[in-house]
């Protein structure tokens, strides 16, 4: 029998997913491609079809004359089930034909009948060491001669525990998992390694060459992929291009997507303190404002889809919320009872029909009709809508439950192992157990608080369970609640992503795409997998658009010298018609320093100042063209006046006008662009007062995407600033007081 091409014909796989399964099956059977140190990678966005990937790649892996694949998942228990259950689903009619097996290293026979060894084995390992350590056992002892058969190593969600590293001693070596890893291949020689995830870079950043002790012992095999295939994307699919650049699209539904989430909610929502959050007034107080929204909303929406599909004469599904603030048992318990609350008290209001209930109703409903209206999808009348929540609140129809252990997982999956929708309206508690891997079906409302300072990339893409394939009709009422700094955050990681894509879908990421970080002595390296922090990492993709957006401005009195002397030097250099004029890029730099000096230092990032003042250096300066190089233009226009809040509850991020950026983006064909907008910073407009000069950059068109750190960054010429002279000043005059003291 051939394996794939039934396989392919019972899953219906598209004529892209076929190709692309050809082209690694290719690449993995031609012993000069890949090499036990230089695997192949199967590179997918999030929830976006990976496992049917790699499951057709095995079969045709198994028509191509190889005997045994050995699939590594991440370490929980729960996911090696859903593998398991997933291979016999797809695999059924191979098994049920005795032509292939499939078990958990776990739980395989004592003892395989030659009947079985002769079949196409696979078997699911989990990345840790017990489950390692018996799959080593099996190939050294159990079953020697598998160490002289062809095996297809397939390691799921490859970025994690694979290439993970430790001290010891002093002395930096892999850890536990990926050293027996390691082990394995160097166990089987007659064995190919196919690395799986969406989150490359740390793959991208290994070593090419092994890594050997003092003594000459190989003491890391490098998994930096040899070849890279891009999954085909479901037509469905559903990612970051909407949900952080349609966002920003007041005529696409996927403007009304966010939700920011208040300091106070998201500190209050930590742990039980009455000073806070008291239970008993969950939907009068200040601090559940947005989350008691968040609720009924969910309701609202999953009641206006059930609507939508029953007049469709389709069946009417079930809704999911997911809740993903923090790690800890304790505040998962503490997040459990606040939401407890929250349901019952709507459920006391609903049956009263107070004005209290109809009020939270009626916001959610204005909400989700702003969105549903741009779609033109129909809108049930407000009063069906809450029947069906009063409905659902007083039967029991909503359903809340924490998953952050093991066994709450094994309980919750269904049979295709995604998370098990009980009722019409469910609700789950969690934390990092919820990320790779698990499903959550027809999630349509996603509260989310990591915090901002510790956001990295391949974690918080993990965890965006809003990813995947998903009904166009259910956009619309989706929302996604989360502290402002940790959304803006979550915009850069998703550029990003998006930007090293790009790069490999062109090639560039062998050619053009540049990590810079300076060292001491001045010399650009890669940046190391230590450095795949998001606050030590940005991206920049060529005509991308840069600039602040949530930040505060000092005082009037503390800034109105700083303005004044501004002011005066762009009246001198800038028109007044918004002409462009040429700078050098350390002219540039200084300017961009001096706008942000008018600037409160705590309210936007730490290192964004520093980032985008090393985008306008390093565009500036490998400008293709000799008149360009190491030149901005300005281009400058006052008088203008936008509120800091926008009436969505958003902080304004537009200062430019379409007409301004398409006239920025026809001038930066090859050198960077910095424009630069006078506003007024009434306080009728949410500002402080202070009028201030707000910076926007254009990246060049022809450029290749960038990826660098702010690590010793000591190339890029700054002016120093007051915030940085200050902490200087102050320890001088510290000093000259203690010598008075002493005198």
């Not at 014909?9 to 050809?22: G, I, M, N």
């Not at 012992?217 to 490098?222: C, M, R, S, V, Y």
């Amino acid at each position: 029998m051939n394996f794939y091409d039934t396989l392919a014909e019972t899953r219906k796989d598209s004529s892209e997913l076929r190709a692309s399964v050809e082209r690694v099956a290719e690449l993995l059977d031609r012993p000069d491609t890949t090499t036990v140190s230089r695997p192949g990678i199967l590179l997918g966005k999030i929830q976006s079809g990976k496992t049917r990937g790699f499951l057709g790649i095995i079969a045709r892996a198994f028509d191509r004359g190889f005997d045994m694949s050995i699939i590594l998942t991440k370490g929980t228990k729960s996911l090696a089930q859903q593998t398991v259950a997933r291979l016999n689903q797809d695999y059924r009619q191979f098994i049920q034909a005795d032509q292939m097996k499939v078990f958990d290293i776990m739980n395989m026979p004592a003892n395989l009948a030659g009947y079985e060894l002769r079949q196409k084995l696979i078997i699911v390992v989990k990345k840790e060491d017990d489950n390692l350590r018996r799959l080593l056992e099996a190939f050294r002892t159990t079953y020697p001669n598998w160490k002289d058969k062809r095996v297809l190593i397939v390691d799921d969600e490859a970025d994690y525990a694979s290439v993970t590293f430790r001290k010891k001693n002093g002395n930096t070596g892999p850890g536990v998992v990926a050293a027996m890893i390691d082990e394995l291949q160097r166990l089987v020689p007659k064995s190919d390694y196919l690395q799986v995830t969406a989150t490359p870079y740390a793959l991208y950043l290994q070593p090419e060459d092994e890594i050997v002790s003092a003594s000459g012992e190989q003491i890391f095999l490098p998994k930096r992929p040899a070849f890279t295939e891009l999954l085909p994307v479901h037509p469905a699919y559903v990612g970051g291009e909407y949900y952080f650049e349609l966002a920003q699209d007041p005529e696409s539904p996927a403007y009304y997507f966010y939700r920011p989430v208040p300091d106070r909610e998201r500190e209050a929502l930590k742990r039980p303190d009455g000073r806070r959050m008291n239970l008993k007034d969950v939907l009068t107080q200040n601090s559940t404002e947005v989350i008691r929204e968040a609720f009924m909303t969910f309701l609202v929406g999953g009641a206006i889809r059930r609507w939508q599909e029953k007049a469709a004469g389709k069946p009417e599904p079930k809704y999911s919320f997911l809740f993903h603030t923090e790690t800890s048992m304790k505040s998962h318990q503490w997040q459990e009872s606040v939401l407890s609350a929250i349901n019952k008290d709507f459920t006391e209001e609903a049956s009263q029909d107070s004005s209290l209930f109809n009020r939270i109703l009626n916001l959610a409903m204005d909400d989700l009709r702003r969105s549903l209206e741009l779609e033109s999808l129909p809108i049930p009348p407000q009063e069906v809508v809450k029947e069906d929540i009063r409905k659902a609140l007083m039967e029991g129809s909503v359903v809340i439950s924490r998953v952050n252990s093991e066994n709450d997982v094994d309980q919750l999956l269904d049979e295709e192992g995604q998370l098990k929708l009980r009722t019409p309206f469910n609700v789950f508690i969690g934390g990092q157990i919820l990320d790779r891997g698990i499903t959550i079906a027809n999630l349509i409302g996603f509260y989310y608080g990591r915090s901002p300072k510790r956001l990295q990339q391949d974690t918080v893409l993990q965890h965006c369970r809003m990813y995947g394939a998903r009904p166009k009709p259910d956009l619309p009422v989706t929302r996604f609640y989360a502290p402002q700094l940790v959304y803006e955050a979550m915009c850069k990681i998703h550029q990003f992503d998006t930007g090293l894509r790009e790069a490999f879908e062109s090639g560039a990421h062998d050619k053009g795409v540049y990590f810079i970080q300076r060292d001491p002595k001045g010399r650009v390296i890669p940046c190391s997998p230590n450095k795949l922090g998001f606050s030590d990492l940005n991206a920049v993709r060529p005509g991308s658009r840069i600039l602040s957006s949530g930040f505060e401005t000092v005082a009037r009195t503390a800034g109105e010298r700083k303005l004044r002397q501004l002011d005066a030097s762009l009246d001198a250099l800038c028109p007044a018609d918004g002409a462009p004029v040429t700078v050098s890029s350390e002219e540039a730099i200084e300017i961009l320093n001096r706008c942000y000096d008018l600037l409160d230092p705590s309210s936007y990032p730490e290192s964004e100042r520093t980032d985008y003042a090393a985008a306008i250096h390093h565009f500036a300066r490998l400008c293709r063209t000799d008149i360009d190089r190491d030149r901005v233009r300005i281009l400058a226009w006052r008088n203008r006046s936008l509120v800091r809040i926008r009436e969505s509850g958003r902080f304004s991020n537009a200062p430019d006008t379409k007409q301004q950026q398409d006239l920025a983006h026809a001038l930066a064909q090859d050198a960077p662009v910095m424009l630069l907008f006078r506003q007024d910073g009434t306080l009728e407009l949410g500002w402080k007062g202070l009028p201030f000069w707000w910076p926007v950059i254009i990246t060049p068109l022809n450029s290749a995407p960038v990826i660098f750190a702010d690590a010793e960054r000591s190339d890029i010429p700054a002016v120093p600033t007051d915030t940085q002279r200050r902490p200087r000043k102050r320890a001088q005059t510290k000093k000259r007081g203690a010598k008075r003291k002493r005198a």
